[in-house]
């Protein structure tokens, strides 16, 4: 069993041959059926002028799924700081958490959430890319706007990182620390170790608290489950040999995929660190991601092409979750 709270990150992933109005109804679907199953949280991610993922604001979907979605904690995973003024997100993140009371999370990220150059430069209006000290004072900043522009409840502030520099700045300023393992898993242990060592006890939280974002794809067997992953695995090794997004394929079109034998050891060297097979592999994998990072929480990302194999992935999952996850998801 798996005795700690899951949790769900949406990618909102627009599949080849739908649009992006399928893929906002698609996360709509997957906040209800993540909210029954009993997950704890749900994030959403920011992207910009991708080929297969939505541009969909972090917080319209939060806004909108908390008013239509009961229980299940939402917020987002990230807003990235770099695109946004402070004062702005302060204030719409605490505008969310007095309508919602206890529901909304703010997860604050540094990437452009694109590969697109002329995007990036766009959203950050002509600026160069954010150095570390901007970058550390506009998480600073947003955390004080929040205090300031609170009406009521603030929201649970969570810094997301990939590196060690994220991990201590996490660190430093007392926050929760969110860490893509999915995204960077040859980091996430030694990162864990500095943002423990280095903690400072903040107003935000007392203790370092980690959750861990896997990759994650569950299905009956290890064949399907291969099948249904393999789209993303076409997008995967283009960006682990540094080219560029493309389109998320079908299932189809990516069952006739060719990888080099570059991309095979470079694929296979990522998948070794997330989850993916029947119940007892990804069982298997998860409790072995939590022994050795000392999780205290869960986020599951699946970017699986059709939206009943996503769910039908998280609740398969969710069967795993030993009494203390049901206990944290009935509290919440």
Excluded at 61 to 82: D, E, F, K, M, Y
Excluded at 173 to 183: E, K, M, W
Excluded at 298 to 310: F, Y
Aim: with cysteine.
């Amino acid at each position: 069993m798996i005795d700690l709270p899951l949790s769900a990150l949406e990618v909102s992933i627009v599949e080849a041959g739908t649009t992006p109005a399928d893929a906002l109804a698609n996360c709509h679907r997957a906040a209800q059926e993540l909210s029954r199953l009993g997950y704890h949280r749900l994030w959403f991610a920011e992207h910009h002028h991708s080929p297969a993922i939505g541009a969909f604001p972090p917080v319209l979907l939060t806004a909108h799924t908390a008013a239509t979605t009961p229980g299940i904690r939402l917020g987002s995973g990230g807003v990235l700081a770099p695109n946004h003024a402070p004062i702005t997100v302060a204030e719409q993140f605490a505008t969310l958490a007095a309508l919602h009371p206890g529901r909304i999370d703010l997860g604050i990220g540094r990437g452009p959430g694109t590969f697109h150059e002329p995007t990036a430069r766009a959203l950050r209006r002509g600026a160069d890319p954010t150095t570390d000290d901007e970058y550390h004072r506009d998480v600073a900043a947003t955390l004080d706007f929040l205090l300031d522009v609170a009406l009521g409840e603030l929201p649970e502030p969570w810094l997301l990182a990939s590196s060690d520099a994220g991990a201590e700045l996490a660190a430093e300023l007392g926050l929760p620390l969110a860490f893509a393992h999915h995204i960077r898993p040859d980091n996430t242990l030694a990162a864990l170790e500095r943002y423990r060592k280095a903690f400072r006890p903040s107003r935000w939280a007392e203790s370092p608290r980690v959750l861990v974002c896997v990759e994650t794809v569950c299905a009956d067997t290890e064949e399907r489950a291969a099948e249904l992953a393999r789209p993303m695995d076409v997008i995967k090794a283009g960006l682990l040999q540094g080219q560029g997004e493309t389109a998320f394929p079908t299932p189809a079109a990516a069952a006739h995929h060719r990888f080099t034998e570059q991309e095979e050891a470079a694929l296979a060297a990522f998948l070794s660190h997330q989850a993916r097979g029947t119940r007892d592999s990804v069982e298997a994998a998860l409790t072995k991601i939590v022994e050795s990072t000392g999780a205290d929480e869960l986020m599951l990302v699946t970017p699986v092409h059709g939206i009943a194999d996503r769910v039908r992935s998280f609740a398969l999952v969710r069967d795993l979750a030993g009494p203390e996850a049901l206990r944290r998801a009935s509290a919440s």
